[in-house]
DNA sequence: ATTACTGCAAAGCATTTGCAGACTG
DNA sequence: CAGTCTGCAAATGCTTTGCAGTAAT
């Protein structure tokens, strides 16, 4: 599989990162993702995949990631869990339907353009988060 | 859309909503804010003015103005607490410092001009959210 | 062998909810 | 007066943490 470019440990494991059974499931998970997960998604899928990983561990796991830089934690607030996606070169933001909570991929960045304009005061900008809510296809005409 | 809208409580309070000791003190705070206050910092504000709100009242109280459009919940994860701020009418986005956790307000909104883009599919689009994470000008250098 | 990681249980903490009394319109 | 709102307490649910055994380098 794997039609997209995760960035550097396509044959191997990210650098500085012990190798376990339980870190490869999680990997494998977020590889395979079509969208940002919550830690209880991926547990799930862990488990279909036939190695269950304990909640907690997927916890650790997740801060892990994050610190390393390989995993993004999003800020979308659904619900009220915290869900994480693939920290992949061109960056996505999504957009969610406030109907029925499904979360869309939008392709390109429409910040991009605008990060210099604002690093010029006394802000030196690492990153962005956007959301847009709205209402889609499916939901739309019955609000 | 687009009515003047929610901000028009000029003679003191906005229409449809009871008037209570404890949603005046919520709303006289939120109105003297600087910048977004969760649940807690709301109810710290109310103890110092005078009149204590128990937390749960907050929290019902701000889910009341949320559902009325008076407020807006942002999904800035600063720590783990949800904030809130008036609905202003020309709606701001914030940065913030993952150095201090400072959270400075931009006054204009680069998103404005592409929404329209965003609104072409199958998604209609009613708002969004944007955070912009960076070092201030206190914490680089240090980092 | 040393050090880090995981399963598990239990704690933490923000937020929600149930209920009886108090208050608003 | 009827219906809503609040104080309070207890519950809920996501996330974190402590510990002892297990696995990785």
């Not at 992949?88 to 991009?112: L, Q, T």
């Not at 962005?128 to 296809?137: A, R």
Request: aromatic share 8%; charged share 25%.
């Amino acid at each position: 599989m794997g039609v997209n470019g995760v960035t550097e440990h396509r044959n191997g494991w990210p650098p500085g990162i012990k190798r376990t059974k339980q870190r490869e499931a999680v990997l494998s998970v977020l590889e395979r993702a079509d969208g940002p997960l919550s830690a209880v998604d991926i547990r799930a899928r862990t488990e279909s995949d036939g190695d269950g990983v304990w909640l907690s561990t997927v916890y650790r796991i997740l801060e892990t990631f994050v610190n390393k830089g390989i995993v993004q934690r999003l800020a979308i607030m659904t619900g009220d869990m915290a869900v994480y996606e693939l920290n992949r070169s061109g960056h996505r933001h999504y957009a969610v339907c406030v109907g029925c909570r499904k979360i869309i991929s939008m392709d390109n960045c429409p910040m991009e353009r605008f990060i210099p304009e604002l690093a010029d005061g006394a802000f030196r900008v690492t990153g962005h988060n956007l959301e847009v809510y709205g209402y889609c296809g499916d939901c739309d005409g019955y609000n």
